[in-house]
């Protein structure tokens, strides 16, 4: 196996909890709506695109809506959204993420950022870390989510790097899915129970040296 070179980090989950201001925007929509929703829900929309969670959530509700009605709720819980994160604070980043960052940049690593959102700009500007990153690939370059391996893909490319050149970190099952299938380990961010399919488990990034983890991730077999 060759040296890795590349990290490609999920951004919900990974580099900052931005699922709670999902979980309350949406929460505001569901209640417009008539639709109980709880926060073990919102689970199930960690990683997912907005639409895909804007039907999981109909689907809770038993409600069905045109496209058009569904763009528009989209668009609504959006607006909700964003609101939230203007007000994001530096200090919201997850423990440990910076020091890692910085850490990794110095070893020379090459880093890109690979989330489904379409907010990823906005949130990285907000939380001082556009410059941490080589790439920024989100929502608004790719047109297949995760599982699909389109993300993590052209993180690499736009790196300029081999697929086995690259690890992934994610904190959702169909990003592990996404980062297998594009030929890449995936680093779960949780625990083993939360994702069985992970080829390693750290709780966060704090105290987290790359080099250790890269050791004991292995050489890459696939299968
Ligand atoms: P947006 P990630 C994902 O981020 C979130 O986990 C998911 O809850 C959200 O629906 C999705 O981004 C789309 O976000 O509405 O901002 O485009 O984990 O892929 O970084
Ligand atoms: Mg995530």
Same mark, same amino acid.
């Given at each position: 196996? &060759?040296?890795?070179? &590349?990290?490609?980090?999920?951004?919900?989950?990974?580099?900052?909890?931005?699922?709670?201001?999902?979980?309350?925007?949406?929460? *505001?929509?569901?209640?417009?709506?008539?639709?109980?929703?709880?926060?073990? #829900?919102?689970?199930?929309?960690?990683?997912?695109?907005?639409?895909? $969670?804007?039907?999981?959530? !109909?689907?809770?509700?038993?409600?069905? !809506? /045109?496209? #058009?009605?569904?763009?528009?709720?989209?668009?609504?819980?959006?607006?909700?959204?964003?609101?939230?994160?203007?007000?994001?604070?530096?200090? *919201?980043?997850?423990?440990?993420?910076?020091?890692?960052?910085?850490?990794?940049?110095?070893?020379?690593?090459?880093?890109?950022?690979? $989330?489904? /959102?379409?907010?990823? &700009?906005?949130?990285? $500007?907000?939380?001082?870390?556009?410059?941490?990153? #080589?790439?920024?690939? #989100?929502?608004?370059?790719?047109?297949?989510?995760?599982?699909?391996?389109?993300?993590?893909?052209?993180?690499?490319?736009?790196?300029?790097?081999?697929? *086995?050149?690259?690890?992934?970190?994610?904190?959702?099952?169909?990003?592990?899915?996404?980062?297998?299938?594009?030929?890449?380990?995936?680093?779960?961010?949780?625990?083993?129970? $939360?994702?069985?399919?992970?080829?390693?488990?750290?709780?966060?990034?704090?105290?987290?040296?790359?080099?250790?983890?890269?050791?004991?991730?292995?050489?890459?077999?696939?299968?």
């Amino acid at each position: 196996m &060759g040296k890795i070179k &590349g990290l490609l980090f999920d951004l919900d989950g990974v580099i900052v909890d931005t699922a709670k201001y999902h979980y309350l925007a949406w929460k *505001e929509l569901a209640d417009m709506l008539n639709i109980p929703f709880t926060e073990k #829900d919102n689970e199930r929309l960690k990683g997912v695109s907005r639409m895909k $969670s804007f039907e999981i959530i !109909l689907e809770i509700g038993g409600l069905e !809506l /045109s496209e #058009d009605e569904k763009e528009k709720y989209c668009g609504i819980k959006n607006e909700i959204y964003l609101e939230y994160i203007r007000k994001l604070r530096k200090e *919201e980043v997850l423990p440990g993420v910076n020091v890692f960052l910085a850490d990794a940049r110095r070893k020379g690593y090459r880093m890109a950022l690979g $989330s489904a /959102s379409k907010n990823a &700009g906005v949130i990285l $500007s907000g939380l001082n870390l556009t410059e941490a990153f #080589d790439a920024v690939i #989100d929502g608004t370059k790719v047109k297949t989510a995760k599982p699909d391996p389109e993300v993590f893909l052209l993180g690499a490319k736009e790196l300029g790097l081999n697929r *086995e050149a690259c690890i992934v970190f994610e904190d959702a099952r169909a990003g592990v899915e996404a980062a297998h299938n594009a030929g890449m380990k995936a680093v779960g961010i949780g625990t083993k129970e $939360s994702l069985p399919n992970a080829d390693i488990c750290i709780p966060g990034l704090f105290g987290t040296n790359i080099e250790e983890l890269i050791r004991q991730l292995g050489p890459w077999r696939k299968g």
